[in-house]
């Protein structure tokens, strides 16, 4: 048996303590707030996706899995084992882009976090202030490996910063669900460093089934290296220290201070944005502005010469020209004009999808990039819409703070509107509102198997 090491690395070592001892009782009212609401925001994900040809398909691939009854499959009746109910749910969860995102590390933390901590609580009745804690310490440690690595740098070179920093988080959400103490929680996070990866090569598939798994995996990882920590079977203690950590690995530019800075003061998920708009990330903030001049002025989709839009550099990368509708800005602001909305069945159902009208007008979209804006980018977020109408008017506005976003989040009843909506087609109306109270008093709850029970069909 490996001899215990009591001198771990300073960064290991002080994110390692802190997710192992994250203390439920101890997290200020408003970060347990924010985590009950990540947690329903989930569940409405995870629902809404089987009503959805990726999700389908990610529920037809869990159904070959074969059975073993740990953890619940959401929107189905299948029960896997742990690593697979983690690698299935994270897989949902991220399958129709309505899950939050965080933006200072560009990374969807939810998808991996809520999945790795649900897998590994239901099979042992973890009470419920502790799975929200679990998610608490994924954020803490996703997204500031996440930051330390550079989320910009990360994209600049092909990586996806869900995916490489989500194992971190899905590690840290699965070893505090297990109750690892720091050794184990260090070796945990070691053995997650040396199976990361993710390349945005995911985003060149039109169907988001790719995309869907870059969460799926990241999940099934952190549970795997959890459990094999809890087994006894030590991992590196130094992943983020020394000449092969992974900060460097992925990162030209490491900042090894952000993996600590104002740790345990500063809550992750306090960041953290629940989109109103299903949609990617940097085009929220422009349907937004295009959806408050059409209101303003009373405009139909049919007025709309073309539609002209200016965000970072870094934000045109990731929304400009993409086959994904759900992550293509012009089809997006295309679909938004013609329905006054986005949800799911605007970026999924072909028959908006493929709708000749939308893709003419997204055609008369156009995106640039622009120096201003990308200076505060990832973590500001503003976006610049002009429209010129058919009858020679100019319109123009700026949004600064997309509505979900950390400066303008949306209020429970939002939130819970929201969760309503994706989610009662799925499971039905009366049970939905079941769930979204049981969300409400979750850090009461004795045991999350009350809350995985509402997720099956």
Same mark, same amino acid.
């Given at each position: 048996?490996?001899?215990?090491?009591?001198?771990?690395?300073?960064?290991?070592?002080?994110?390692?303590?802190?997710?192992?001892?994250?203390?439920?009782?101890?997290?200020?009212?408003?970060?347990?707030?924010?985590?009950?609401?990540?947690?329903?925001?989930?569940?409405? /994900?995870?629902?809404?996706?089987?009503?959805?040809?990726?999700?389908?398909?990610?529920?037809?691939?869990?159904?070959?899995?074969?059975?073993?009854?740990?953890?619940?499959?959401?929107?189905?009746?299948?029960?896997?084992?742990?690593?697979?109910?983690?690698?299935?749910?994270?897989?949902?969860?991220?399958?129709?882009?309505?899950?939050?995102?965080?933006?200072?590390?560009?990374?969807?933390?939810?998808?991996?976090?809520?999945?790795? /901590?649900?897998?590994?609580?239901?099979?042992?009745?973890?009470?419920? /202030?502790?799975?929200?804690?679990?998610?608490?310490?994924?954020?803490?440690?996703?997204?500031?490996?996440?930051?330390?690595?550079?989320?910009?740098?990360?994209?600049?070179?092909?990586?996806?910063?869900?995916?490489?920093?989500?194992?971190?988080?899905?590690?840290?959400?699965?070893?505090?669900?297990?109750?690892?103490?720091?050794?184990?929680?260090?070796?945990?996070?070691?053995?997650?460093?040396?199976?990361?990866?993710?390349?945005?090569?995911?985003?060149?598939?039109?169907?988001?089934?790719?995309?869907?798994?870059?969460?799926?995996?990241?999940?099934?990882?952190?549970?795997?290296?959890?459990?094999?920590?809890?087994?006894?079977?030590?991992?590196?203690?130094?992943?983020?220290?020394?000449?092969?950590? /992974?900060?460097?690995?992925?990162?030209?530019?490491?900042?090894?201070?952000?993996?600590?800075?104002?740790?345990?003061?500063?809550?992750?998920?306090?960041?953290?944005?629940?989109?109103?708009?299903?949609?990617?990330?940097?085009?929220?903030?422009?349907?937004?502005?295009?959806?408050?001049?059409?209101?303003?002025? @009373?405009?139909?989709?049919?007025?709309?010469?073309?539609?002209?839009?200016?965000?970072?550099?870094?934000?045109?990368?990731?929304?400009?020209?993409?086959?994904?509708?759900?992550?293509?800005?012009?089809?997006?602001?295309?679909?938004?004009?013609?329905?006054?909305?986005?949800?799911?069945?605007?970026?999924?159902?072909?028959?908006?999808?493929?709708?000749?009208?939308?893709?003419?007008?997204?055609?008369?979209?156009?995106?640039?990039?622009?120096?201003?804006?990308?200076?505060?980018?990832?973590?500001?977020?503003?976006?610049?819409?002009?429209?010129?109408?058919?009858?020679?008017?100019?319109?123009?506005?700026?949004?600064?703070?997309?509505?979900?976003?950390?400066? @303008?989040?949306?209020?429970?009843?939002?939130?819970?509107?929201?969760?309503?909506?994706?989610?009662?087609?799925?499971?039905?109306?009366?049970?939905?509102?079941?769930?979204?109270?049981?969300?409400?008093?979750?850090?009461?709850?004795?045991?999350? @198997?009350?809350?995985? @029970?509402?997720?099956?069909?």
């Amino acid at each position: 048996m490996h001899e215990v090491t009591r001198s771990l690395s300073p960064f290991t070592r002080r994110l390692a303590e802190h997710a192992s001892a994250l203390d439920p009782a101890h997290l200020p009212a408003e970060v347990v707030e924010r985590a009950r609401q990540v947690v329903l925001d989930t569940c409405a /994900a995870l629902l809404s996706a089987a009503e959805l040809d990726v999700g389908r398909a990610i529920l037809a691939f869990a159904a070959t899995l074969g059975d073993r009854p740990e953890a619940t499959v959401a929107a189905s009746t299948l029960r896997l084992s742990a690593m697979d109910a983690a690698l299935v749910n994270g897989s949902l969860a991220h399958a129709d882009e309505t899950d939050d995102s965080h933006f200072s590390s560009l990374t969807h933390p939810a998808a991996m976090a809520v999945p790795a /901590a649900l897998a590994l609580g239901e099979p042992r009745g973890l009470d419920g /202030a502790t799975l929200l804690a679990a998610v608490v310490a994924g954020y803490d440690v996703q997204c500031r490996v996440a930051k330390s690595m550079g989320p910009r740098n990360l994209q600049d070179r092909g990586f996806m910063a869900l995916a490489v920093c989500g194992s971190f988080g899905a590690a840290a959400a699965a070893g505090r669900a297990l109750g690892l103490d720091a050794q184990r929680m260090a070796w945990t996070l070691g053995l997650v460093g040396l199976q990361t990866g993710g390349l945005w090569a995911c985003a060149e598939e039109p169907g988001h089934y790719a995309k869907a798994v870059q969460s799926g995996f990241p999940a099934r990882d952190g549970v795997c290296a959890a459990l094999m920590a809890a087994s006894g079977l030590p991992g590196p203690e130094a992943i983020f220290e020394g000449p092969n950590n /992974a900060v460097a690995a992925f990162s030209a530019r490491p900042d090894y201070e952000q993996l600590t800075a104002q740790l345990g003061q500063r809550y992750e998920i306090m960041g953290t944005s629940i989109k109103k708009h299903a949609c990617g990330g940097p085009i929220r903030g422009p349907v937004d502005g295009l959806l408050d001049l059409m209101s303003q002025h @009373r405009l139909a989709a049919d007025a709309i010469a073309r539609m002209d839009v200016r965000l970072a550099h870094s934000a045109v990368k990731i929304v400009g020209g993409r086959a994904i509708p759900s992550i293509s800005l012009p089809f997006v602001m295309a679909v938004a004009a013609h329905d006054g909305f986005v949800g799911v069945e605007q970026t999924h159902a072909p028959r908006r999808t493929e709708d000749p009208q939308v893709l003419a007008l997204a055609d008369r979209v156009h995106l640039s990039g622009d120096d201003e804006l990308e200076a505060g980018w990832p973590t500001l977020r503003p976006a610049v819409v002009e429209l010129t109408l058919h009858d020679g008017r100019r319109l123009r506005t700026r949004v600064d703070h997309a509505a979900g976003s950390p400066e @303008r989040p949306l209020a429970r009843a939002e939130v819970e509107e929201k969760f309503l909506r994706l989610s009662s087609p799925v499971i039905g109306e009366a049970r939905a509102r079941e769930l979204a109270a049981l969300a409400w008093r979750l850090a009461s709850v004795v045991d999350v @198997r009350e809350l995985t @029970r509402y997720l099956q069909v």
